[in-house]
């Protein structure tokens, strides 16, 4: 079976395996972001765990009450490394992490592979963390499940809603959106746009642009995709590596959302 090591393990986390899992466990049992929902969906912060680790921790808490159902999960974010037009699937049978292999769902992939604007391109997941930084969260929350691992490039959001679309399943799948917010603003100027941005999220918006959030191409097809299926948007955690752990002259904004 192949499969994409791990390329940020030591980096944006810890490397080794023990040291992993209570870090995640410890954020997660941290987080004041109790369930209040059943999500189908969640968009959720892909920096260093050191800065948007407790953000994202407030959106995998909320798979508590449903994490016994939940089989799939398709995991889409955009393209920092490589040039992509489009959507980008491996051609892998497995991701890799400290933690442990997660299987990926070959015949969900194969089956959105026939869809516009999507191709195969390892070499877009090859250094990717967007994706890649989720996976211990999701194995903590989930335990065991298989993955359809989306990389996403300049792409109209009809094109990534289509693909979620086909990919939507029951309650056995969830949907997650890798994503942080505005990048590199002192602390009470990114504060503001992040709000702004969240207000705009909130209202199902499908024009995010890539100031606002640098997943914004994802976001704005399961923005697209909600509207159809009639789901709500609630904010869970919204801060900023100043919050964290950052400098605060210059900051990344991270948020945490929920669909249901």
């Excluded at 969906?41 to 994490?67: K, M, T």
């Excluded at 299987?103 to 390892?122: F, G, K, N, Q």
């Excluded at 070499?123 to 194995?139: I, S, T």
């Excluded at 209202?203 to 914004?216: F, I, K, N, Y």
Aim: some cysteine.
């Amino acid at each position: 079976m192949s499969a994409r090591p791990a390329a940020v393990a030591g980096m944006f986390y810890p490397g080794e395996p023990r040291e992993l899992s209570v870090t995640v466990r410890r954020m997660l049992d941290a987080s004041k972001c109790r369930p209040n929902s059943h999500p189908k969906a969640l968009i959720v912060p892909h920096a260093g765990y050191v800065y948007s680790g407790p953000i994202a921790a407030s959106a995998y808490r909320q798979l508590d009450d449903i994490a016994d159902r939940i089989t799939r999960v398709v995991l889409i974010g955009p393209a920092h490394r490589v040039a992509v037009n489009g959507m980008a699937f491996p051609s892998v049978d497995a991701f890799s992490v400290p933690t442990g292999e997660v299987p990926l769902d070959r015949a969900a992939i194969d089956a959105a592979l026939t869809l516009p604007e999507t191709c195969v391109s390892d070499h877009a997941h090859a250094l990717e963390h967007c994706l890649e930084v989720h996976l211990p969260f999701l194995q903590a929350e989930l335990g065991d499940f298989t993955l359809v691992p989306i990389v996403v490039g300049r792409c109209a959001a009809t094109d990534v809603a289509r693909v979620l679309e086909s990919l939507w399943g029951g309650d056995e799948t969830l949907i997650v959106v890798s994503s942080d917010l505005s990048h590199y603003h002192p602390y009470e100027v990114a504060r503001n746009i992040d709000a702004h941005t969240t207000a705009r999220i909130l209202t199902r918006a499908t024009d995010l642009s890539g100031e606002e959030a640098c997943g914004a191409y994802a976001i704005n097809g399961l923005m697209l995709a909600a509207r159809g299926f009639g789901l709500s948007v609630h904010a869970l955690d919204v801060r900023n590596s100043g919050d964290t752990a950052g400098d605060r002259r210059q900051v990344v904004g991270y948020g945490a959302y929920a669909l249901d």
